[in-house]
């Protein structure tokens, strides 16, 4: 067992590595990996979602009612600011249907697990990190439609339904499964979550692959436009995050949480959540594939600025 907990805590460690590569991989050489089926995707998520319910317990609700307003901070910023700044960039960037609806459906979702592990990295708020995905997710099967329909109503048909289903599916039963065998099981799981790292990076990896390997030639066929919008809308949502912290005088550790809980976006799931919703925008699913690559080597970079600060 300490053998998988070394392997686990070193897949953890070069996640952003070990996923450049074989998004690079995937990318050049697509043959080398496209025997992942894009099939597998939801799969996988599930997976990673079901590994996040296992690491949950109510002691990280109670953060709901012991910091409702660092909460609601989250909640707000998290839909408001990601899905604003994507609508935003498409337009000034004048990008094509199928890319805009690929980078505001990006915006629109919630934080994903990396937030909780890159904010553990930058020294942060854990525990409120863990409460803002959680709470975040919960409410993403009605607000990530709804707000994906609003922005995007006037340039093509979103079906609502679809994605309300699918993150049901994928995302909060898993959850709502992994949260119930940790309360069944307890002792167990205990032991069995010193190794999700590895079995999290693995199927993160495996999503990258696919996603990346089935759309090669969309991903170099788009010019550099797509891949500048999707690096500032990570940047910037870093950026406002931080920014609003201080507005608000927010301490060190909440300042580096907000901006990694904005920044970071569950793309595999913007991904996923394309094919369904937008069948006939093929490009759709391209800003989703460059986002899971990008945030998370902008994610370990900005965790290694992030160890240093302090409220000093």
């Not at 990601?82 to 609508?87: D, I, K, Q, R, W």
């Not at 339904?161 to 994928?170: D, E, H, Q, T």
């Not at 970071?264 to 899971?292: C, D, E, R």
Request: hydrophobic share 55%; charged share 10%.
């Amino acid at each position: 067992m300490k053998t998988l907990e070394k392997i686990s805590a070193t897949l953890g460690k070069h996640m952003a590595i070990i996923v450049l590569a074989v998004a690079g991989l995937s990318l050049f050489v697509p043959k080398a990996t496209i025997w992942i089926d894009t099939k597998w995707i939801n799969y996988l998520l599930m997976v990673v979602m079901f590994g996040m319910g296992l690491t949950l317990k109510l002691d990280d609700f109670k953060v709901v009612f012991t910091k409702p307003k660092d909460i609601l901070i989250g909640c707000l910023a998290q839909f408001t600011i990601m899905p604003l700044l994507a609508y935003g960039l498409g337009h000034l960037f004048g990008l094509e249907t199928g890319l805009l609806a690929g980078v505001i459906l990006v915006g629109t979702c919630p934080g994903g697990t990396s937030s909780n592990v890159i904010t553990y990295l930058s020294k942060g708020d854990v525990a409120l990190s863990v409460g803002m995905t959680s709470i975040n997710t919960l409410l993403a099967p009605i607000l990530t439609p709804a707000i994906t329909y609003l922005l995007l109503r006037a340039n093509v048909e979103v079906d609502v339904f679809a994605m309300f289903k699918s993150i049901v599916l994928v995302v909060i039963l898993p959850i709502a499964l992994g949260f119930i065998v940790n309360r069944l099981f307890s002792k167990q799981t205990e032991k069995a979550v010193k190794v999700l790292p590895s079995v999290s990076v693995i199927a993160i990896t495996l999503i990258v692959a696919a996603v990346v390997s089935h759309n090669s030639e969309r991903i170099l066929s788009t010019s550099m436009i797509v891949f500048a919008v999707v690096i500032l809308h990570n940047i910037l949502g870093y950026l406002f995050g931080f920014l609003l912290g201080m507005l608000l005088k927010l301490s060190m550790k909440k300042k580096k949480t907000l901006s990694i809980e904005i920044g970071m976006q569950n793309s595999g799931l913007a991904t996923s959540l394309a094919t369904l919703a937008f069948p006939t925008l093929a490009m759709a699913t391209v800003p989703g594939a460059i986002f899971s690559v990008w945030h998370n080597i902008s994610g370990a970079i900005l965790a290694n600025i992030f160890r240093r600060l302090d409220d000093k």
